[in-house]
C-alpha cells in the first residue's frame, strides 16, 4: 500500500487549505482512512478518520472546522480546513488500515504552516 499527499502549505490565520491523499495498492473503499499530524516537538496527534462506511471521528481541536471526506473510484481522501490557527501547523500524514487488521499504512507527509 502506497499513500501520496499533497495540498499543504502556507495560510494566514483564519485561512483555508485542502489536503489530498491517494492511495494505491489496497481495496481502499472497505479501508478506513485518516489524517495525523505532528508538529516539531510533538507526539503524533489523531485529526480525523474516515471508515468504509462512511462514519467520521475529529480530534476536539479540529471539530467544526475542519472536514474529511474520501471518493473511492478515485482511492482518495481529503482533509478540508478551515478558519486556521497557527497551532494547526504540522506535518499531516493520511493513513490507511485494512478491516480486521491492526497494521496502518503511513503516507510521507505534507507541511501545513500557518501564520501571519
Known amino acids: 500500500v502506497q499513500l501520496q499527499a499533497s495540498g499543504g502549505g502556507v495560510a494566514q490565520p483564519g485561512g483555508s487549505l485542502k489536503l489530498s491523499c491517494t492511495a494505491s495498492?489496497?481495496?481502499?473503499?472497505?479501508?478506513?482512512v485518516g489524517w495525523s499530524r505532528q508538529a516539531p516537538g510533538s507526539q503524533r496527534e489523531l485529526v480525523a478518520t474516515i471508515t468504509g462506511g462512511f462514519t467520521t471521528i475529529y480530534a476536539d481541536a479540529v471539530k467544526g472546522r475542519f472536514t474529511i471526506s474520501r471518493d473511492n473510484a478515485k482511492k482518495m481522501v481529503y482533509l478540508q480546513m478551515t478558519n486556521l490557527k497557527p497551532e494547526d501547523t504540522a506535518v499531516y500524514l493520511c493513513?490507511?488500515?485494512?478491516?480486521?487488521?491492526?497494521?496502518?499504512?503511513w503516507g510521507q507527509g505534507t507541511q501545513v504552516t500557518v501564520s501571519s
Open positions: 493513513n490507511l488500515r485494512s478491516p480486521g487488521t491492526p497494521k496502518y499504512f
Open positions: 495498492g489496497s481495496i481502499f473503499s472497505t479501508d478506513t
